[in-house]
């Protein structure tokens, strides 16, 4: 299994912006998909976005659209989720996955591997 290590969460105010960053290690990850999840208290672990290994097919979940974007940089292995006019609701932490299996890519359970999480705080 690769991997997977998150970086770039914090503390962020309303209406602003934060990058996370995903470094995979262990073998390069052209030719893979990549995803997002993020997990609040209390609640299931929620679908934000995926790439595939060019860039190509990019895939958001409903917490995603119109305010976040993911991109790969493969020379790096890491992929970013650049996320911007934060709200009070985005507070979760955030994991990265890799080794989609059989199923959508906006189901937990599709991905084998995971990264222990980085936490955004949004404050208002």
């Known amino acids: 299994q690769v991997q997977l290590a998150e970086s770039g969460g914090g503390l962020a105010q309303a209406g602003g912006s934060l990058r996370l960053s995903c470094v995979a290690s262990?073998?390069?990850?052209?030719?893979?998909?990549m995803a997002w999840f993020r997990q609040a208290p209390g609640k299931e672990r929620e679908f934000v976005a995926a790439?595939?290994?060019?860039?190509?097919?990019?895939l958001y979940g409903e917490p995603a659209e119109g305010r976040f974007t993911i991109f790969i940089d493969n020379a790096k292995n890491t992929v970013y989720l650049q996320m911007n006019s934060l709200k009070r609701e985005d507070t979760a932490v955030y994991f990265c996955?890799?080794?989609?299996?059989?199923?959508?890519?906006?189901?937990?359970?599709?991905?084998?591997?995971w990264g222990q999480g980085t936490q955004v705080t949004v404050s208002s």
């Open positions: 790439i595939n290994w060019s860039g190509g097919i990019i």
């Open positions: 996955a890799a080794d989609a299996g059989d199923g959508g890519w906006g189901v937990a359970t599709t991905w084998s591997s």
């Open positions: 262990g073998r390069s990850f052209s030719r893979y998909a």
